[in-house]
Nanobody
Framework: QVQLVESGGGLVQAGGSLRLSCVAS????????MGWFRQAPGKEREFAAA????????YYVDSVKGRFTISRDNAKNTVYLQMNSLKPEDTAVYYC???????????????WGQGTQVTVSS
């Protein structure tokens, strides 16, 4: 079973930046598109960003376009999320997962890591 370990969250003021990392175990990381999802208090988990297997194609939810950048390093089994110009509404627990890019972007694995908390103060 692939394990996903997210890190890099924290408390930041509005307008600040954070860089999240997600390390996946196993030797098939480069075969999968990867994505970041987030869950705010009292809300359902939602898609935030995704990246193709090679890293050539990126996908973002409208609310983060122009502020967040997803990237990956297949040699390190790691996917990143650079978050700039953070807003209080970005406050959430952030998770990574393998994703299916065909049609609506959705997670492939039916389990999640522990996530990493991002809190943006106003």
């Amino acid at each position: 079973q692939v394990q996903l370990v997210e890190s890099g969250g924290g408390l930041v003021q509005a307008g600040g930046s954070l860089r999240l990392s997600c390390v996946a175990s196993g030797n098939t990381f480069s075969s999968y598109a990867m994505g970041w999802f987030r869950q705010a208090p009292g809300k359902e988990r939602e898609f935030a960003a995704a990246i193709s297997q090679s890293g050539a194609a990126h996908y973002y939810v409208d609310s983060v376009k122009g502020r967040f950048t997803i990237s990956r390093d297949n040699a390190k089994n790691t996917v990143y999320l650079q978050m700039n110009s953070l807003k209080p509404e970005d406050t959430a627990v952030y998770y990574c997962n393998a994703v299916n890019l065909i049609g609506r972007i959705r997670p492939l694995l039916d389990y999640w890591g522990q996530g990493t908390q991002v809190t943006v103060s106003s």
